[in-house]
């Protein structure tokens, strides 16, 4: 049974960090790639960045670029979000997902719960 659990999120001050985690279980990250994504209210879902099954990592959305990167841990089938010189914009739940197959370019199938990142002073 395919399970994608994230983890990290709270409360941040304006210019912190904040690392997400995504567990995964039920497969392994090596056959499949996993995207970040996060949804604040009122707006529509923005994916992040996305790291394919040989761990090459896509181009982060412009909008995060220079300051969130994507890493993963094999051992823990775990893949991370680092996220840094954070902005009250970039307040929202965020979502990791699995992919369809090994490329970040197959369609989101499995969601995990989300993590609330609250970005205020």
């Known amino acids: 049974q395919v399970q994608l659990v994230e983890s990290g999120g709270g409360l941040v001050q304006p210019g912190g960090s904040l690392r997400l985690s995504c567990a995964a279980s039920?497969?392994?990250?090596?056959?499949?790639?996993i995207g970040w994504y996060r949804q604040a209210p009122g707006k529509e879902r923005e994916g992040l960045l996305c790291i394919s099954g040989a761990g090459i990592s896509t181009s982060p959305a412009d909008s995060v670029k220079g300051r969130f990167t994507i890493s993963r841990d094999n051992a823990k089938n775990t893949v991370y979000l680092q996220m840094n010189s954070l902005k009250p914009e970039d307040t929202a739940v965020y979502y990791c997902?699995?992919?369809?197959?090994?490329?970040?370019?197959?369609?989101?199938?499995?969601w995990g719960q989300g993590t609330q990142v609250t970005v205020s002073s």
């Open positions: 039920g497969f392994t990250l090596d056959k499949y790639a």
């Open positions: 997902a699995r992919k369809s197959y090994y490329y970040c370019s197959g369609q989101s199938i499995y």
